[in-house]
């Protein structure tokens, strides 16, 4: 073996031991973002509509922005809150099952996400996509939670009132109210 091939198989070696550490790191570095504690994100009135009709593909499309936008942060919050009026107009499971779907790359990161009732809601079609929220609930029959943010709590109301089972394109209560 010639000096050049000696030093062309050490060369190769070299990087063969190394690169695992290296790929190693940089795979630790994606699969778990920073989290925040001390940042909280805010937000309300997604108002998505799981029905192929209706602006359905506007609010899709801005609360995708949105998720993107949040993803984008570094680092990421710990938590986000979402005030209510997460669907549009009559919140029909289809709504749920929609803003869940949209909303996962948030939880898959461990932001701890909290709900809250507008009254744009339904509590029961909500609870369908999120059964979690009925198990935890400070108040039975209302979606109540409290959001341990550290120096601050934050007690989500539930602003839903009217009727918890309004059907598609039934006029229903304009403003929310707390019980």
Not at 28 to 39: A, E
Not at 78 to 88: C, L, N
Not at 96 to 120: F, Q, V
Request: net charge positive; charged share 25%.
């Amino acid at each position: 073996m010639t000096r050049l091939d000696f030093l062309k198989n050490f060369g190769a070696a070299a990087v063969f031991a190394i690169a695992p550490k290296a790929f190693a790191n940089t795979a630790k570095m994606v699969s778990k973002p920073r989290l925040d504690p001390n940042l909280t994100l805010l937000f309300s009135d997604s108002h998505v509509n799981g029905h192929l009709d209706e602006f359905q593909q506007y609010q899709r499309t801005s609360l995708e922005d949105t998720v993107r936008r949040i993803l984008a942060l570094d680092p990421l919050p710990a938590r986000a809150i979402h005030f209510g009026d997460i669907a549009y107009l009559w919140g029909h499971k289809e709504d749920y099952a929609l803003t869940k779907k949209l909303l996962k790359p948030l939880t898959d990161l461990g932001i701890e996400l909290t709900l809250g009732m507008g009254n744009h809601d339904r509590r029961s079609a909500f609870l369908e996509s999120f059964p979690e929220y009925a198990k935890t609930t400070k108040i039975p029959g209302r979606i109540v939670s409290v959001v341990d943010a550290g120096a601050v709590d934050f007690i989500m109301l539930d602003g839903l009132r009217g009727k918890d089972d309004r059907k598609r394109n039934e006029k229903g209560p304009g403003g929310g109210a707390f019980c």
